[in-house]
């Protein structure tokens, strides 16, 4: 848990995470405007609701000088994305967990070879677990991805199918077959349609997925979540506290019941075996019967250059619309986790100058959200994907800093890798033009950057309860085209949050408006200019692309 003393250093953290209140004290900057607020209330928010920063770890930071992204290199951005200490938080995100991808045994096309075997080439059991154990210290928890809908044609379960398979005459029956995982695949005599694939030389044929070779797991099965029940516990004996499920509606495609309950059968073994790890699963809509399932849900419909929440940022649909998405999500989902990026990175197209302040509102919706949020390595920044493995280049200076033990192995081990100080000068120039918006150094020195944006963003997350965990309602008579208007509740706190999509100041009625019977106030902004929120004659009135919580 984080420190008590967090309390009483409220002032401290927000004076050292804005970090630039120096830089920007000759002139107004978006930055300067939102300090002036947002400096005034600070409680740090329920931690059961997390901020995971997602890392595909193989692009993120290399500890070895290989060329490649390992656990080691997560080890040592630990300090950047938390140091649990609020005196001294000058060079964090303020970040409450790690989302790993990608670091189980895959095939060159991605499907999972062996689930008890991680990556070789980020590092072994050994590397993770000693990740585990920093990040716990520092209240950052470790989550991993999941796919248990197929697998790899050389993974060993199926290898075993296939090796038993190829053994049988073509007269064999289905009992014929005695491979122990037969049971956890979809197996039959007869070829339904041509996701079934023969099964070697046997008379037999397995389901697909999607047009694959890969063969998909049978949910049903007792063998299969046997399986499924030794991964969760292996994982958890190293110390991995959260499970990140990929697409729940592939699970069954024609059945939205079964899905329910295969997903409501994982949460509660997770719990059984460890009541504080957490289970997010990912599905692609609302048909699947979710309102059962007691973990947490995110929509990937909203992710993406083409999701419902960058649709409203863009203006693509309204605010009033995106309103009407929330209040059905709402019904669906009891609660709910947020990302907005893909892992093809699809907001590439928002990453410009031109469309900095949409990207910047964009984060402010996945910000804002109630649950657990997931934010994407090099998000913080605005690092498209063609720029993903600048990552380590963009951020290594205030890496190096955070990092003593980082900075201490750079400099014993210089006849591994080269000192990133010792760069040539037109190599840096060349990193520096590849930056669309510059080094996280160099945004922390820019008032008006999409890093001082989003950390503000964070702040403002931590400030309230009710915008972490609370329930969200939305308000119906008052969005419009450009203003989208979310009450948000929790126990005793209330607070109403408002965004104005539009690029024109927009004025919001709040004259009869209370929160826990007591008039309105401003409590916290987000702002993409150099003109802030400000209430006058009981309206509202919003500059353009902002954002305004009123408590």
């Not at 019967?289 to 309204?318: F, M, P, Q, R, Y």
Request: with cysteine; aromatic share 8%; glycine share 6%.
């Amino acid at each position: 848990m984080r420190k008590i003393i967090q309390a009483l250093a409220a002032a401290a953290l927000l004076i050292s995470v804005a970090g630039c209140s120096s830089v920007n004290s000759e002139k107004t900057t978006a930055l300067s405007l939102m300090e002036e607020i947002n400096n005034k209330n600070v409680y740090f928010a329920d931690p059961s609701a997390r901020l995971w920063y997602e890392i595909n770890t193989k692009y993120f930071m290399d500890s070895n000088g290989d060329g490649k992204g390992d656990l080691k290199g997560v080890i040592d951005a630990l300090p950047y994305l938390s140091d649990d200490d609020p005196l001294v938080a000058e060079k964090d995100l303020n970040m409450t967990g790690v989302y790993l991808t990608d670091i189980i045994s895959e095939d060159s096309a991605g499907f999972v070879l062996d689930y008890f075997k991680l990556n070789s080439e980020v590092g072994n059991e050994e590397d993770l677990t000693e990740l585990t154990q920093k990040g716990n210290e520092l209240d950052i928890p470790v989550m991993i991805n999941l796919d248990l809908s197929s697998c790899s044609v050389k993974s060993p379960y199926f290898e075993d199918v296939l090796k038993h398979a190829n053994e049988l005459v073509k007269e064999a029956a289905l009992t014929d077959l005695n491979s122990e995982y037969a049971q956890m695949f979809s197996i039959t005599d007869e070829q339904p349609n041509s996701n079934w694939i023969p099964l070697g030389h046997s008379p037999f044929f397995y389901l697909g997925f999607n047009g694959t070779d890969a063969p998909n797991f049978s949910q049903d099965s007792e063998a299969f979540r046997t399986m499924v029940r030794k991964v969760i516990e292996h994982y958890l004996s190293l110390g991995v506290q959260g499970f990140y499920i990929e697409d729940m509606n592939a699970f069954y495609s024609n059945s939205k019941e079964k899905n329910a309950e295969f997903s409501s059968w994982l949460v509660n073994t997770v719990t059984e075996l460890n009541p504080n790890a957490i289970v997010v699963f990912s599905t692609a809509n609302l048909e699947s019967d979710l309102s059962s399932v007691d973990g947490w849900i995110a929509l990937s419909k909203n992710a993406g250059v083409e999701g419902d929440l960058a649709k409203a940022a863009t203006g693509t649909i309204s605010a009033k619309e995106l309103g009407d998405l929330i209040e059905q999500s709402n019904q669906k989902i009891a609660y709910p986790a947020t990302y907005v990026n893909t892992p093809e990175n699809t907001l590439d197209l928002l990453k410009t100058e031109k469309k900095a302040n949409t990207f910047k509102m964009l984060m402010a919706l996945q910000m804002l959200s109630s649950g657990q949020i997931f934010i994407t390595a090099g998000d913080e920044i605005g690092l498209p994907s063609n720029e993903f493995d600048l990552v380590s280049e963009a951020l290594s200076p205030v890496l190096m800093e955070a990092s003593s033990e980082n900075a201490k192995k750079n400099s014993d081990s210089k006849d591994q890798q080269s000192d990133p100080d010792k760069k040539s000068q037109d190599q840096m120039a060349e990193i520096r033009d590849q930056l669309t918006f510059g080094s996280f150094s160099e945004q922390k020195e820019d008032g008006n950057s999409v890093l001082n944006f989003i950390l503000q963003a964070i702040l403002l997350r931590d400030s309230y309860t009710a915008i972490s965990s609370g329930k969200t309602e939305v308000v119906n008579d008052l969005n419009t085209e450009d203003i989208l208007v979310l009450k948000k509740s929790v126990e005793n706190s209330e607070v109403m949050v408002i965004y104005n999509f539009g690029d024109t100041e927009q004025k919001v009625n709040v004259e009869n408006m209370t929160l826990s019977g007591l008039p309105v106030e401003i409590g916290g902004v987000l702002l993409t200019s150099d003109q802030s929120v400000h209430m006058e004659n009981g309206q509202l009135l919003m500059p353009a692309q902002s954002v305004c919580v009123l408590k």
